[in-house]
């Protein structure tokens, strides 16, 4: 029996993987480099050693690589499908993993460069800090909130929003930290301070929602 011979595209697949990561690299580290507005598409086709034609074929826009980059940070800091759902570790050790992966990701110095990057080009580009908020911190948001109705359909979390709920968790890993390694008046902390500041952040908000009576939060931020 004659075999068909496997398709152009699955012969490709390995070789446009590899281009396809190395267009968001080269991007990525012209964006941080450089900024949104000084970054073309000629460019990251230099840096990524590819056609600018080969580009467009992986990522249809600039606004789509940009895109792409906020979502690969947040992908490396996210925590595990399996964490979200694992029924036998406590939820304050899941938070725990949860907020030191975000904390990590605010403070990695790609983290804090995207953050100035789009601070820096807000009045140019208000349609690239819309993407960058809900495909950051609300898309972060949105997976601990369906953890926390998770948690609270088990009866471990007693929170009226759960979007509310997460938001605070999240603002409060934020606290004086991010804005202070932001404006560059403080170094990133060493790790040891890292996971005592996201300890504690844990016991405050298991001390807000894990009581008899559920606090009413609806944050609108």
């Known amino acids: 029996m ?14 446009d993987e590899v281009k396809h990561e190395a267009i968001l690299k080269a991007a990525t580290r012209l964006f941080l480099k450089n900024g949104y507005s000084s970054t073309s598409m000629d460019a ?14 992986h990522y249809k826009s600039k606004d789509t690589l940009f895109t792409q980059m906020v979502t690969d940070l ?28 975000f904390l990590n990701m605010i403070t990695s110095a790609e983290g804090l460069a995207a953050t100035r990057l789009v601070i820096a080009e807000v009045a140019k580009h208000p349609k ?25 359909a088990r009866g471990r979390v007693n929170a009226v929003d759960t979007t509310s709920a997460a938001s605070y968790f999240f603002a409060m890993l934020k606290g004086q930290y991010h804005i202070r390694m932001l404006l560059g008046i403080r170094p990133v902390p060493p790790a040891k301070d890292k996971e005592a500041h996201v300890r504690e952040t844990v016991r405050i908000f298991m001390r807000l929602y894990s009581g008899p009576s559920p606090l009413p939060t609806q944050s609108t931020f």
């Open 44 to 57: 990251v086709a230099d840096a990524a050693r590819v056609t600018k034609q080969t580009v467009y074929a």
């Open 2 to 15: 004659t075999r068909n011979p496997p398709s152009a595209t699955r012969a490709r697949r390995p070789k």
């Open 74 to 101: 947040c992908d490396r800091h996210t925590p595990p499908e399996h964490l979200l759902k694992d029924e036998d570790k406590s939820i304050e050790d899941a938070l725990y993993e949860i907020g030191l992966g």
């Open 128 to 152: 690239l800090a819309q993407r960058y908020y809900e495909d950051g911190t609300m898309r972060m948001v949105a997976m601990l909130a369906g953890f926390l109705e998770h948690q609270k």
